[in-house]
């Protein structure tokens, strides 16, 4: 899917978390970045 692909998904009883932005940014990424800088300090 490209950034112009739009879809729908009707799902049921399926908890989920969007970790990704439209702007590229990914919360995954930030958090391991963020809990490694907490580790080497």
Do not use: C, K, S
Request: proline content about 2%; overall charge negative; aromatic content about 10%.
């Amino acid at each position: 899917m490209g950034a112009e692909a739009v879809y729908e998904y009707a799902v049921a009883d399926f908890p989920v978390v969007v970790i990704n932005d439209i702007h590229g940014g990914d919360l995954h990424l930030e958090g391991r970045r963020a809990y490694a800088l907490n580790q080497a300090t």
